[in-house]
């Protein structure tokens, strides 16, 4: 078994996954995270949009949300924040109107984007493998409530 680390897309904490997992409860919040990578053609209007995996956005897609996934390609139309763990790729087809929050964006010539941007690594959560598959951040969370 191939086991992948990701982060929660609810509260960012380290979990464990089989490779072939397309969902997984998170043992920490027991929220049901989605684990396969996503592409959008079609419209889509809800709350809160994420996957611990890539998303893509085709030129057919046209979404209103807020996203959280590893890694973002936008193509159509997007209107919502978005938080991605490594990178966001704007197309010159592509229409964003949001705050961006990720490790990297590529904005594209003749995007159009409205909107605040954050970019950097600090900028978002990072998955780092310690003893037994744990974050460090958790580990330190764990060792700053034991004082």
């Given amino acids: 078994m191939a086991v992948r680390h990701i982060l929660c897309t609810q509260c960012d904490l380290p979990l464990?996954?089989?490779e072939t997992a397309k969902s997984v409860n998170c043992r920490h919040c027991n929220t049901r995270v989605i684990t396969e990578a996503m592409?959008?053609?079609?419209?889509?209007a809800v709350r809160r949009f994420a996957t611990a995996n890539r998303m893509r956005i085709t030129k057919k897609g046209i979404v209103y949300a807020a996203v959280r996934a590893d890694?973002?390609?936008?193509?159509?139309v997007l209107q919502g924040d978005v938080v991605s763990l490594s990178s966001i790729r704007i197309a010159k087809s592509a229409q964003v109107k949001g705050s961006l929050r990720g490790a990297s964006l590529s904005l594209e010539p003749g995007a159009t984007f409205v909107g605040?941007?954050?970019?950097?690594p600090e900028q978002v959560p990072r998955a780092e493998p310690t003893v037994d598959g744990a974050l460090a951040r958790e580990a330190a969370a764990r060792e700053a409530a034991g004082r």
């Fill in 116 to 120: 605040d941007v954050a970019i950097g």
């Fill in 39 to 44: 592409v959008v053609a079609e419209y889509v």
């Fill in 16 to 18: 464990d996954v089989d």
């Fill in 71 to 76: 890694a973002l390609e936008v193509e159509g």
